[in-house]
């Protein structure tokens, strides 16, 4: 759609529309920290009402951990059909023989916990970048902050390694505190002339993934999340139905704080240079009844 979206308090009017929905995780169903409020109860519902849902994340980790996370906030397995991370496609690119072109060694930049993405893949972690065939970027870190991951960057672009980066967000919000991920850094090695390769949101291989665990075709789905570079462009490219939810990183640009609405002027400068707009914008995942724009 080229107009404005419709405007819904959340799911119950749209969600019999659709056999299927691919989910964000950050920002649409937790707050990286707890569940958000009416997200348990409305995957409660979509399971009720035989609509199959996959969750697909930006999370540089294996499947299995961040579903052993979810299961911690409440988020039990039976709520949805297959979960798809971009730290799970990355270890399988880099398994793939395809991909040994890269390289066996590989430096990390970002959190020291997730180090360890690539263990099993026949990878090995160098202790510094002049020892390394290629990069792993999962995100930032305190050591590793954009600014001070500058030597590291100009010294790899420099011997021409490839980054491979494991989640494309720029951001997420991690309680009220915004905390740059990978992409940012991604991007600013790109600026430098360095090579990304990208696992997760907005490409198509994630979708296609998360359509192959939901056995549905695409108009049959509908794709939710809080990210329009990620979530919203990535739907529209793999020709799917999208819905924006203002609990996540765009909250505090396209939400009036006093009234709650959505201000549509700076969600349309937002949109800019992108697609197109989402066909539905709703505060929060939450199920409940349409309200008139």
């Known amino acids: 759609m080229t107009g404005r979206p419709s405007v819904l308090t959340n799911l119950r009017d749209i969600a019999s529309g659709y056999r299927g929905i ?3 995780l950050f920002g649409t169903v937790h707050d990286g920290l707890n569940p958000l409020d009416g997200a348990i109860d409305a995957l409660r519902m979509l399971r009720r009402g035989e609509i199959a849902v996959c969750l697909l994340s930006n999370s540089p980790r294996r499947r ?3 579903a052993a ?3 911690q906030m409440g988020f039990a397995p039976e709520l949805y059909r297959g979960l798809v991370t971009s730290g799970e496609l990355a270890f399988e690119a880099l398994s793939n023989d395809a991909n040994r072109d890269l390289g066996r060694r590989f430096f990390h930049i970002g959190p020291p916990e997730l180090s360890g993405l690539f263990d099993g893949s026949g990878r090995e972690r160098a202790e510094a970048v002049d020892q390394a ?3 792993l970027c999962t995100g930032a870190s305190g050591n590793q902050a954009l600014e001070e991951a500058e030597r590291v960057l100009g010294n790899a672009q420099v011997r021409g390694l490839v980054m491979v980066c494991a989640n494309p967000d720029h951001a997420v919000m991690v309680g ?5 991920c990978a992409g940012t850094i991604a991007a600013h090695y790109e600026c430098l002339g360095g090579t990304v390769l990208y696992y997760g949101k907005p490409l198509l291989p994630a979708y296609d993934r998360a359509l192959s665990v939901l056995g549905l075709a695409r108009d049959h789905v509908l794709a939710i999340g809080d990210g329009l570079e990620t979530d919203i462009v990535g739907a529209r490219r793999a020709g799917m139905d999208a819905a924006l939810v ?3 990183i765009h909250h505090d640009q396209i939400v009036n704080p006093k009234t709650g609405h959505v201000l549509w002027g700076r969600l349309a400068r937002l949109c800019l240079g992108h697609e197109r707009l989402p066909d539905f914008v709703m505060p929060a995942f939450t199920w409940g009844r349409r309200v008139q724009s």
């Open 22 to 24: 691919i989910l964000d």
């Open 64 to 66: 299995e951990d961040v």
């Open 69 to 71: 996370r979810l299961a």
């Open 133 to 135: 065939d290629f990069l």
């Open 176 to 180: 009220k505190t915004r905390v740059d």
């Open 246 to 248: 203002l609990t996540g």
